[in-house]
Structure formats: structure tokens, C-alpha cells
């Protein structure tokens, strides 16, 4: 399938009623592909991101299994390597750690460890982030530990159109790919979804919005807050802001980030995981190493605590929102 212009026929969907909706195409038209996880087939998935594919395709190609990370991790990647095109799941992202042995030592490496022979083309789904009032261990953002090791496509997307197409995309890449889904854009981000298939091209950043004096740089559920920070800063501050949305963190579009930072000589990175040793750490480090010359500010990092993620009652104190952007923005507008 060829990325494709944007096609006429769109209806209004959320983010997850895009998901459901690029895993129901790429069932239909590839019977290699199959969904296996925690709930993902009778009962729809804990968010209904497989609603109505169990009973469409069959217990064989929509798979409930155990609740056991290794065994839907090692069932997959042993899928991929037979021929399959498995989509897995893992039920939250912070039921991820007990996968790490895989993803790092077989996930990232069959390919060079078989010198091209094997290849693993699989989807690694996961829910993302927090500010859903869940408990523990469910409101988690690893993307970094996966952008660290080397052979796996990470990706984020933020809108429904991004959702579907970058996930048909992925499907189809011949490598592995973990695809988060941010939780609290499911229902939230709602956006123009074509009913065709097509695909959005991986490695590729989105201009949210152009702006000339400061770059805010962000994936995920942080691009709506990215976009309420910009809203306040030009009405407040007559700021006017540029908004990168990264969309795809590895591959990442470094010249798409060079080219806004370089235009605005200002950057504040986004995200929800905590700062230290983040994927927001080696973008400002990137920044700096390719783009110091233009900066006129040092680049700014507006990420979690450095601790776990709360619990629901202080999560909202965790997870950067508007007011935490606009003061970093107005401090590196000021420097």
C-alpha cells in the first residue's frame, strides 16, 4: 500500500474508534495478520480498541490469551518469524517490563543476528500515559527504554487520522514496531478519518502549527496541551508559537526538529515521563549538538517528576499541564 493523498470520503471518529478501525482493514485485507492479548476478543479490549473483531474474524485470528506478558511477547515474535503479521497487545503500558528481555535481546535483533535472513514484522500495541485516575503500574510512559534499543520503530500518534493510517503503516513495515496509544486522547481527540485505507509515512514529524519565536516539541497526549499552551501564549504574550509534533520518536525526523528549532532559535520539549534520562533528554541534546548556534535560549524540558507515577489523587500535579508549558515558555522567550 502507497501513502495516499488525503481521500474525500472522512467520517468523525476518536482515536480509538480510529485504531479499531485500521486493525479491522488490515484483517480484511491480509490473512497473515492476527490480534492477540489480554481481552482483546470476547470482551473487545479493557479500552474497546478490538470491539466486534472477535466475532467478525474468529478466535483464531483474534486471540485472548493468559494474562502473561512473556507468553503474548515470545507467541508473537515467534508469529512473525513464521510468516504471520501479529498485532499484540499488552493490556497497559506499565505491564511492559517483564517484555524487556525479549524486545531487547530478540525483538531489536533477529535480523542481525540471522545477517537478514529472519525478520520479526510485528505490532506491539500499548495504551500510554496517564491522567485516567488509574492505579499503579497503569499509567506508565517507557517510550524511551524502546527508542534505546536498537531495531524497534517506535511510535506515538495524537489524532485519529495519524492513529489509523500510521498503524496500517506499521503493520506493513517489515520490522517491529511499538505503537502507543495515548489513553486520555481515546475519546478525547476526535478528528476527519477517511473510510479508504491509507497509510501515514513513518519517521515523519507533523506541523501542528507554524509559529516564528518558540518551538514546543512533543508526541502523544501532550500535543493537546501543546496546543492550549500555544493558545494562551499568543493571546497573553503575543507569542507566536511553532508546534512539532514528533509522531514517529524512532526513527526520529531530526531535520524536521532542527529545522523549527532553527527557525525560532527556542525550544520547550513536552512529555509525560520523567525527565531524566528521557527521550526529551536526548532530543535537547540533539538540539545542541547540531543546532547550538541558533538557539538563542537553552532548550527547556517539561516532563514528570522524577519519581513513579502517582496515584490518581496527585496525578494531575505529575503530568505537565498548560500553566507548567506556558511558564517554561515565557522564561526561555525572556532569557
Known sequence: MKTAAKPAATRTLNLVQAVNEALDTALARDKRVMILGEDVGRNGGVFRATEGLWKKYGDDRVVDTPLAEIGIMGSAIGLAISGFRPVAEIQFDGFMPSIFDQAVCHLGRIRSRSRG????????RAPHGGLIHAPEHHSESPEAYFCHTPGITVIIPSTPYDAKGLLLAAIESPDPVVFFEPKRLYRSAIGEVPASAYTVEIGKARVVKEGKDITLLTWGAMTATCSAAAERLEKEDGASVDILDLRTLSPLDLEAVLGSV??????????????????????SALIA?????????PVARVGGWDIRMPLFRLEQYYVPDADRLVMAARKTLHF
Open 289 to 297: 549538538e547540531r543546532g547550538l548556534l541558533r538557539l538563542l535560549a
Open 262 to 283: 532553527g527557525k525560532t532559535g527556542r525550544c520547550v520539549i513536552a512529555h509525560e515521563a520523567p525527565n531524566s534520562g528521557s527521550w526529551a533528554a536526548e532530543l
Open 117 to 124: 535472513k529472519l525478520s520479526v514484522p510485528l505490532v506491539l
